[in-house]
């Protein structure tokens, strides 16, 4: 008996403690690894999938669409749901046009289909909103315009919707949007059901963009290039149209071959530098009328164009002119026949800082701060580098200095707009996915390079290059296009050569200029002067832009414009033929120079600082090389734009 109740005794403590790990085994689950296995069933139960945004819409300045999203389809079937399978085959061979014997099976066997288009809107319209019918959207990325602009446009990368260049890559973030989350109920067997909360997050449709550019204008530079290939075929060529009054860029197009003619993917007018050559006299010119180093009656002499300018070491550098002259050569005249000789001669009344100081004042040397990726510098040496005799003459004949298009178009701009330079743009607006405008262009002063009267002295210059006795005659559209032509020779191999680059730099009109454009073609072949090759494609395009429909042009103020003649001072007269002076009265500009924060730059490069600096509308002024260490006014102090940053750096180079 006594063995019999020690067996039941020990069987319900077998029990009770089988019943006691179960329990323990049950809150385990229960408590420490519910939620992980809830987790697995949910994942075995439902699918999560990304549904994609569509990207911002690209516009020029009227509101036509340069980028755009096109809407596709990818098409999932669930086959358990399909209703009338005869039916749904028939149209779907109707409207996507696919083999169906694949399709039939999937919905005998009540098994899902999956058909990745893409498709259209209309070869889904009659099956969308079907039971057991699963759109899912992909956007495509469309250029209506074609070719136009793409190198400022950019692309996108084939294997995403990220920007890999142009302005789909520098506004990436803002283009973008963002994804959105469908989630579908699956079975035992794997096959997806119409869940009815099934869009965990709609997707967002990313910010649009309206550019400054002009279609129609920037359908005149790109024919202006093809033009230009079609006469010289250069090597690359680059077309500016700014507005000067606004900074826009108004069209920006560049085109470049290689060795073997093939054609390269550039946005050269942004990313490429050059020496300007005989553009960049006007500014040595606006150093030497600010300065006061040039009298009226100041003359130099000609040399009959040829000229050795002496050295310290007794040495002698040749400079030479194309278009030799017999006369004393004023200010205006070396600029209205692009005399190297004069003016070498008339730069060496300056000294090395205040050259440079000009040049830095017109942005030479630093980023404009245009919104592209990877925008070019230019190059200007600092005045501890220049060298006596070598960088004083080079860089008052635009050697040794380098620039880009839309630096020498921002300069010119300066010129024509009362000796204001304004930041380049090329973005006009942006606007939210709900329409609101988040960002409207408003124009930038970045500094007043020089004063209203040097200005107006320099477009006189100006109107004599272009006229019929200067070397830019052939750039000429009713008598009031301002402007200067260069041809620089190339360097090769850290040598120059006898290969060219041609350029036309111009204001237009005289009288409340609305453009400045500028043109460079590099290494043309035949004739390669800036008189022969930019100028005339200049007047094409202005007479193009002047009879188009639709252009940021306004015609009515160029009407009544007419280059009047005044009084002339005596030195500027030169010969008898080219005594015309220009007044080319211009509206009043008031600038509106406020005080700025200095930014923090300390621990940056000394170029990263330059540029940040720059970009707030100081000069800087750097002492050492390398990590920067402190600033003169210090970050956060309030300064008057225009004025002199300093900028410590270790003294030792990087």
């Known amino acids: 008996m006594a063995k019999s109740e020690a067996r039941i005794q020990a069987l319900q403590g077998i029990l009770l403690l089988g019943a006691l790990a179960m329990a323990v085994r049950a809150g385990y689950l229960q408590l420490v690894k519910g939620g992980h296995y809830a987790q697995v069933v949910a994942r075995q139960r439902t699918e999560h999938r990304v549904l994609d945004a569509p990207r911002g819409v690209i516009y020029d300045r009227s509101g036509t669409a340069l980028a755009a999203s096109l809407e596709q389809y990818h098409v999932d079937v669930a086959g358990n749901q399909i209703r009338s399978p005869e039916a749904f085959i028939a149209i779907y061979r109707t409207d996507i046009g696919k083999r169906t014997e694949l399709l039939r099976q999937a919905l005998r066997s009540g098994e899902d289909f999956y058909a990745n288009g893409p498709f259209t809107a209309g070869q889904v319209r009659r099956i969308r909103g079907m039971k057991g019918v699963y759109l899912r959207p992909i ?50 067997a794997g096959r997806t059901y119409e869940s009815p909360g099934r869009m965990a997050r709609a ?14 204008l920037q359908e005149i530079a790109e024919g202006g290039l093809s033009a230009v290939f079609k006469e010289f075929t250069p090597q690359r060529a680059d077309i500016i149209f ?32 050059f020496e300007p050559g005989s553009t960049a006299k006007p500014f040595t010119a606006a150093a030497l009328l600010s300065l006061d180093r040039v009298k009226p009656g100041d003359q130099v002499a000609p040399e009959g164009g040829h000229w050795k300018l002496p050295l310290r070491n007794g040495r002698f550098r040749p400079i030479t002119d194309d278009h030799p002259q017999k006369v004393p050569l004023s200010l205006a005249r070396t600029i209205q026949v692009s005399s190297n000789i ?100 408003e124009p930038l002063v970045v500094r007043r390079a020089v004063s209203a009267r040097v200005a107006e002295e320099i477009r006189g210059f100006l109107a004599l290059s272009a006229a019929d006795s200067g070397t830019g005659g052939q750039a000429q559209v009713k008598g009031v296009v301002l402007g200067k032509t260069g041809t620089a020779k190339l360097v090769i191999n850290r040598r120059y050569s006898n290969e060219h680059a041609a350029s036309f730099a111009g204001i237009f009109p005289a009288k409340d200029p609305q453009l400045v454009v500028v ?41 009544d414009d007419q280059v009047v003649q005044t009084g002339a001072r005596p030195a500027d007269s030169g010969p008898p033929a080219p005594r015309t002076w220009v007044e080319l009265p211009l509206r009043p500009v008031t600038p509106r120079i406020e005080n700025r924060l200095v930014p923090d730059v300390v621990g940056f490069s000394s170029r990263a600082a330059a540029a940040s600096l720059h970009r707030r509308g100081f000069r800087v002024r750097l002492d050492g090389l390398g990590s920067i260490t402190r600033t003169l006014p210090e970050a956060g102090d309030s300064l008057a734009a225009g004025k002199t940053v300093t900028v410590f750096a270790n003294r030792e180079r990087p």
């Open 342 to 441: 004069g003016i070498v001669k008339f730069s060496t009344r300056l000294n090395p800082d205040e050259h440079f100081d000009a040049l830095r004042s017109f942005g030479f040397g630093s980023p404009t701060g245009v919104e592209f990726p990877a925008e070019a510098s230019g190059k200007l040496y600092r005045p501890d580098e220049w060298r006596p005799g070598e960088h004083g003459p080079s860089v008052a004949m635009g050697y040794n200095v380098e620039v880009t298009p839309i630096q020498l178009a921002a300069a010119y701009g300066a010129i024509a707009n009362d000796g204001l330079l304004l930041a380049p743009t090329v973005i006009k607006e942006i606007r939210s996915p709900e329409g609101k405008v988040v960002y409207r262009h």
């Open 203 to 216: 997707p967002i449709r990313g910010y649009d963009v309206t550019l400054t550019i002009d279609k129609e």
């Open 242 to 273: 700014l507005n000067p009054r606004t900074g826009e860029v108004l069209a920006a197009a560049s085109r470049e071959v290689d060795d073997a003619g093939r054609p390269l993917a550039t946005a050269s007018f942004f990313q490429s530098s």
């Open 519 to 559: 043109v460079r073609v590099e290494k043309p072949h035949g004739v390669y002067y800036g008189g022969f090759v930019a100028a005339p494609l200049v007047r094409r395009m202005l007479s193009q832009a002047l009879s188009a429909r639709k252009t940021a042009l306004d015609r009515s103020r160029l009407a």
């Open 139 to 188: 956007y495509r990325r469309e250029y209506p315009s074609g070719p136009l602009a793409r190198p400022l446009i950019g692309a996108l990368s084939p294997d995403s919707a990220r920007g890999t260049s142009g302005l789909e890559r520098f506004l990436d973030s803002l283009l973008q949007g963002r994804p959105g989350e469908a989630v579908f109920i699956k079975d035992a």
